[in-house]
């Protein structure tokens, strides 16, 4: 993927290509810094089995996905429920408080 001159570090939201060129989009689950890698929970890629899979993978292979300020109630329920399977529960009550700020901003 080139370059990476964003500074990676865990829990960031990552797209690149495996080895054999499929694409993954996850998070960082962990890194080693000396040996420029990432290890990647796989959420989305073009080959099912790898979805839910943590995969080591250089950090010339990713790059950071921009955080996206607004999300919508979709996107929200979408990472409440990877909040849940991954058990963060911080991550839970930080997403759930602001699905119900936004479900209370419509009412």
Do not use: C
Request: net charge negative.
């Amino acid at each position: 993927m080139g370059t990476n001159k964003t500074i990676l570090k865990i829990s960031d939201w990552v797209k690149g290509k495996s080895r054999h060129d499929e694409l993954i989009i996850g998070f960082i689950d962990s890194m080693d810094v000396l040996k420029e890698a990432v290890n990647v929970t796989v959420v989305e890629s073009d080959n099912e089995e790898m979805i839910g899979m943590t995969i080591p993978m250089s950090v010339h292979q990713v790059e950071s996905i921009p955080q996206s300020v607004n999300k919508d109630a979709a996107q929200l329920d979408f990472l409440i429920d990877l909040a849940l399977a991954t058990d963060d529960k911080e991550w839970f009550q930080e997403l759930s408080a602001q699905l119900n700020a936004k479900k209370e901003a419509v009412n």
